[in-house]
């Protein structure tokens, strides 16, 4: 972006994942979760200040699509095969 790298990172442990987010002051971004079920997300503790941050947020075919502000975020959550039925 214009005031910064926006960085991702991420692991896969079984059906956990585990991603890190940067986004720069000023700065929004979309993020997605991929695998990511959105009640699961609405109801996990470890999300708690991604959606705090989120602006929008949405279940879609890859997963959960957030458009977050700047911050930084560490996420974990379950990796759902049938996403889209899940829940």
Same mark, same amino acid.
């Given at each position: 972006?214009?005031?910064?790298?926006?960085?991702?990172?991420?692991?896969?442990? !079984?059906?956990?994942?585990?991603?890190? &987010?940067? &986004? =720069?002051? /000023?700065?929004?971004?979309? %993020? %997605? +979760? =991929?695998?990511? /079920? +959105?009640?699961? %997300? +609405? !109801? /996990? =503790?470890?999300?708690? !200040? +991604?959606?705090?941050?989120?602006?929008?947020? $949405?279940?879609?075919?890859?997963?959960?699509?957030?458009? &977050?502000?700047?911050? $930084?975020?560490? %996420? $974990? *959550?379950? &990796?759902? $095969? /049938? *996403?889209?039925?899940?829940?």
């Amino acid at each position: 972006s214009l005031y910064g790298m926006i960085e991702t990172g991420w692991r896969r442990k !079984d059906s956990t994942m585990h991603m890190h &987010i940067l &986004i =720069p002051a /000023n700065t929004t971004a979309m %993020v %997605v +979760l =991929p695998g990511a /079920n +959105l009640q699961a %997300v +609405l !109801d /996990n =503790p470890m999300c708690e !200040d +991604l959606r705090a941050a989120a602006q929008i947020m $949405e279940q879609t075919a890859e997963g959960v699509q957030l458009e &977050i502000g700047s911050g $930084e975020y560490t %996420v $974990e *959550y379950c &990796i759902y $095969e /049938n *996403y889209e039925s899940a829940g």
